[in-house]
């Protein structure tokens, strides 16, 4: 079965460094997306990605982040100069045609 | 805007226990709804569906009716089990575009032997 894969799946960084997560989404999937969540909190939507172009973004992505699709496979998260808020789980994810957002596995972010 | 508000947990029950996790929606359009679910240390994955008003999902003996009257997508399961430790998440979609999914604070549901 098709499946979103991420790495990598745990992340140690000091705080001001750059991080980049990487994906690759389901291979028929158009649409990427990123979502973020905080250790005992809700699911926050990030971004989403369509056409090798932002189609929509949160107020939590803000000039800190970027995302970029660099070949026809990968889906990368990059954070500037990380923050210790920013550490949590991000979770890559791909809708197809029948419009189920599929999620990779995760991967953890902790800001030191 | 379009938001999603669920159940407060955690959650316990004794295995065979009757399961609801409440969850209603705002929407603007005409939402699909879902139900994820999170084991531990675990991505999310989709549980169930349902794209119109009336209709059911179902899985895994889990099921949800979108109730268009009322505004809910509430789960339910008639006998829960120890592995259906996890948690849960409603979320809706408005359109069929791929615009973003909103998600619920999630459920989290212990069952005890």
């Known amino acids: 079965e098709p499946e979103v894969t991420q790495t990598p799946s745990h992340q140690v960084t000091q705080m001001g460094q750059e991080v980049i997560l990487r994906c690759v989404p389901i291979?028929?999937?158009?649409?990427f997306y990123w979502y973020r969540q905080i250790l005992g909190q809700k699911v926050e939507f990030l971004v989403s990605?369509?056409?090798?172009?932002?189609?929509?973004k949160s107020e939590i992505f803000d000039d800190q982040f970027s995302v970029e699709r660099p070949d026809g496979s990968n889906f990368t998260l990059k954070i500037r100069s990380t923050k210790l808020e920013d550490s949590a789980m991000y979770f890559c994810?791909?809708?197809?045609?029948?419009?189920?957002?599929?999620f990779g596995e995760g991967s953890r972010l902790t800001v030191l | 805007g379009d938001s999603v508000t669920q159940m407060e947990g955690p959650v316990t029950l004794s295995e065979e226990a009757f399961l609801t996790i409440n969850c209603t929606y705002t929407?603007?359009?005409?939402?699909?709804l879902f139900w994820y679910v999170q084991y531990p240390g675990e991505g999310l994955q989709l549980l169930l569906k349902?794209?119109?008003?009336?209709d059911k999902g179902s899985n895994k003996g889990f099921e949800a009716t979108y109730r268009k009257e009322t505004t809910s997508f509430h789960l339910e399961k008639g006998s829960v089990q120890v592995s259906d430790s996890a948690v849960y998440f409603c979320?809706?979609?408005?359109?069929?575009?791929?615009?973003?999914?909103?998600f619920g604070t999630g459920t989290s549901l212990t069952v005890i032997p």
């Open positions: 990605f369509y056409n090798n172009e932002i189609s929509e």
């Open positions: 929407a603007t359009g005409y939402p699909s």
């Open positions: 349902a794209t119109k008003a009336d």
């Open positions: 291979s028929n999937h158009l649409y």
């Open positions: 994810a791909s809708t197809g045609d029948r419009g189920e957002l599929f």
């Open positions: 979320a809706l979609r408005v359109s069929n575009t791929g615009n973003q999914f909103y």
